[in-house]
Nanobody
Framework: QVHLVESGGGLVQAGESLRLSCAAS????????MSWYRQAPGKQRELVAT????????NLAKSVQGRFTISRDNAEKTLYLQMNSLTPDDTAVYYC?????????WGQGTQVTVSS
């Protein structure tokens, strides 16, 4: 059974940093590209960042380029999102996402709140 468990969210002030983690189990982690999404109150869920299976290629939404970094540790089956220079616009629930075969899996989400 696939499980994705996010952690690392919290309340921070603008300009500070957070590192999110997503612990994966139940599938061959190294064979799946992984992504982070976020959903702010009243808004649609949006793609934040994606990393390829080996971690060699990443893609970031324009709104977070230069501030966020996505990475993965295939040995530890863990996905990361390093978030620097946070702004109130980054306030959202952040979700870990995996496409395993044709099936989509989501974590339960972790809340990130940035105060001004």
């Amino acid at each position: 059974q696939v499980h994705l468990v996010e952690s690392g969210g919290g309340l921070v002030q603008a300009g500070e940093s957070l590192r999110l983690s997503c612990a994966a189990s139940g599938f061959t982690f190294s064979l799946s590209a992984m992504s982070w999404y976020r959903q702010a109150p009243g808004k649609q869920r949006e793609l934040v960042a994606t990393v390829t299976r080996a971690g060699g290629t990443t893609n970031l939404a324009k709104s977070v380029q230069g501030r966020f970094t996505i990475s993965r540790d295939n040995a530890e089956k863990t996905l990361y999102l390093q978030m620097n220079s946070l702004t109130p616009d980054d306030t959202a629930v952040y979700y870990c996402y995996a496409l395993v075969g044709l099936l989509q899996y989501w974590g339960q989400g972790t809340q990130v709140t940035v105060s001004s």
